[in-house]
């Protein structure tokens, strides 16, 4: 019996070791879902589309050459010949062909120029569009991985439910017919029971829509995803100031650059619009040869040239200029606004996620002794309920409340890390780094933690025995309860275990764990920095003294976007993330 037993506990521990070391983690899934993502893969697209505006604005200053050639047969009929030699009277058959070559070159023309800053502009726009898409799928991907994993806690959390309420129906049925309790009681665990078979099925359905909703994504189905580690590390942003990373995204926030390279479109538009107005002077010259067989009148053979300056001054088109002139302003106030609420919204997500963040580390500390605290009351609720001082309906309540703090628990801190991931892409800093350093959080040994260390508070597995009524006088011997007492096996043999007074029907808890008495073999801390101390310049997530330029109202900064923009055509590349210029880490 021994032996089948090891076995098969054997067996299941390979069989949960072979899936663990095939399920995919959060890096894996990201890599996938930069080459299969379908709205990733089209801004890809249209990014290599918009960046050809450059090299097409700027063709049209250079020097326009062309060549043109004809060869013919002519058929000619003279009636009447030379008055001089009277020749050329009569009916010909000939050959005619010509060569020419003519070149242009513009020396001024205002909307031409204009049009060249205009594409600088939107390449770009192009580019922080590009990255902002990047860290949107960051997000999109830790979202959608997250959710999967959320829905098979809570499926965790509603089966142990369901097994918990079969214990309990099983208990009022075994009362019920021993004559200790009422009909009702089994009528109310059943209930919860049936309710608890009905949550399960809505949580595995909800299991399949977000791995769907993954699936959509990265094109993959995900049977096994690694799990989030049993104790997650809390960190706060650093510098623990709002004011910081507001000021970091009005610099850096892809979006925001986007807006304000995207006025700078709509302005040049203006202006190239206004060029109507203006004269174009070009510089134009012509070469040609032509030879023409007889035609009575002898073979010809010619060859002349050209050589000026073509000045063309607009006069009246039928207000077909001041219309366009109207029409491209509107479209430039349209843009400004734009950027305002760009401008206002990114302020507006930097400050709700820094609060978010913030929030949440103070969430997930008191659901953790919430959970604490609940298991403690459902433990008292259920010794109640066996000596009559509870009834069923409170055991099924303290039940379906520990159920929900560890819900709630769960879903605090997988908003949290989404919240940390959002504060980043808005002050712009988002980049692969921190996809794998929240990768790092993931439980990828498959080692479960035992579930005393996981809350704050540490709750003893030690049953105790519970004494009801009058103090039986001392006899010389040790009353006992009737209920085994059971110990922990890491436990002290000679431990005494602890009793319940009778009037609260409580256990007598240790208090709270603080950092003060927190035992660090065996708890992770909960402030650690997002880096070490001891990294390198290119992991160091803390804020640089560079600054990353300013297109608006900077000469020297739209010199350095242009000429990064215009290494990523030259390259064929997609513009890389401008980090580690100016980032902000999130750190303990």
Partial sequence: MKKTLITTL?????????????????????????????????????????????????????????????????????????????GGKGTFRFNSRGLGLDASQSIFDFGKWSAVAQAHATVKNAAAILEADKQDLMIRVSTAYFNVLEAQD???????????????????????????????????????????????????????????????????????LTPLANRLRLITPKPNNVEAWVATAKKQNFSLLASEFAEEEAKQEVHIAQSGHLPTVDAVADAGRDVQGNNGFGRQDTTSGTVGLQLNIPIFEGGLVMSQVRQATAEYEKSQD????????????TRQSFNDVDSGISKIRADRQTIVSSRSSLNSTEEGFKVGTRTIIDVLDQQQQLTQSQQIHSQDQYSYIIDILKLKEAAGTLNYKDIAEVNTWLNHTGKSMPRHKRGRARVKKTSYPVKVGAPRKASGKTTQSKRPTTTNHKQ?????????????QQAVLPPPATSANVNTSNNVQLEKPFSDATS?????????????????????????????????????????????????????
């Fill in 492 to 504: 002290s043999a000679q431990q005494k275990p602890a009793t319940v007074a009778h009037k609260s």
């Fill in 536 to 588: 390198n310049t290119d992991n160091d997530m803390t804020t640089s003294s560079a600054t990353r330029p300013v297109a608006t109202g900077s000469t020297g900064a739209q010199t350095a976007m242009a000429s990064y923009a215009g290494t990523q055509v030259a390259q064929n590349k997609s513009p890389q993330p401008l980090h580690g210029q100016v980032d902000i880490a999130l750190a303990g």
């Fill in 338 to 349: 734009d950027y305002v609420d760009s401008y206002r919204s990114v302020i507006n997500d």
């Fill in 10 to 86: 054997l067996a299941f521990g390979t069989l949960c070791t072979s899936q663990l070391s095939q399920a995919e983690d959060l890096v894996q899934v990201y890599q996938q879902a930069l080459t299969s993502d379908p709205l990733y893969q089209a801004q890809k697209a249209q990014y290599r589309a918009d960046i050809e505006a450059l090299p097409q604005s700027i063709a049209v200053l250079l020097p326009d050459i062309a060549g043109d050639g004809d060869y013919s047969g002519n058929y000619q009929k003279n009636h009447e010949g030379s008055a001089l030699t009277g």
């Fill in 154 to 224: 809570n499926l965790k959390f509603a089966e142990a439910e369901k097994r918990a309420f079969k214990r309990q129906l099983d208990q009022a049925e075994q009362k019920y017919k021993v004559g200790l309790s009422a009909i009702t009681d089994v009528y109310n665990a059943r209930a919860n029971y049936d309710g608890s078979i009905a949550q399960v099925i809505a949580d595995q359905n909800d299991i399949n829509n977000s791995k769907e909703s993954l699936r959509r994504i990265t094109g993959i189905y995900y049977k096994h």
